[in-house]
Nanobody, 126 residues
Framework: VHLKESGGGSVQAGESLRLACAAS?????????MGWVRQAPGQEREGVAFVGTDGSSSVADSVKGRFIISTDGAKNTLYLQMNNLKPADSAIYYC????????????????????WGQGTQVTVSS
């Protein structure tokens, strides 16, 4: 599967952006986890928000109440609505996906994600 992000850009603090991740190619699995991970310069990757095909979802405490993750009905497109953006949200945002094995959770450790997009830059100025 190929993942491609869009929707990044430069905004002022307090504004909103909506990221999209389009999935294309072959995908045969019915149980999987999708989400958004961000990385700022000099910092480790941070899981932002995830959604599983079992209906589970999670959002990092740092963005709770401001970011909303969703999918289209077919789960071919993943969205991240980002409201009330802060300078600390500035980072490259990556879309990611992996199969959820029996007994597995969504999200697994970030290193267990198999498929990644190229990323989209989000810059928030004060």
């Amino acid at each position: 599967v190929h993942l491609k992000e869009s929707g990044g850009g430069s905004v002022q603090a307090g504004e909103s952006l909506r990221l999209a991740c389009a999935a294309s190619g072959s995908w045969y699995y019915t149980r999987y986890c999708m989400g958004w991970v961000r990385q700022a310069p000099g910092q480790e990757r941070e899981g932002v928000a995830f959604v599983g095909t079992d209906g589970s979802s999670s959002v990092a405490d740092s963005v709770k109440g401001r970011f909303i993750i969703s999918t289209d009905g077919a789960k071919n497109t993943l969205y991240l609505q980002m409201n009330n953006l802060k300078p600390a949200d500035s980072a490259i945002y990556y879309c990611t996906r992996t199969v959820t094995p029996d007994g597995g959770t969504c999200p697994p450790p970030l290193g267990d994600f198999d498929f990644w997009g190229q990323g989209t830059q989000v810059t928030v100025s004060s």
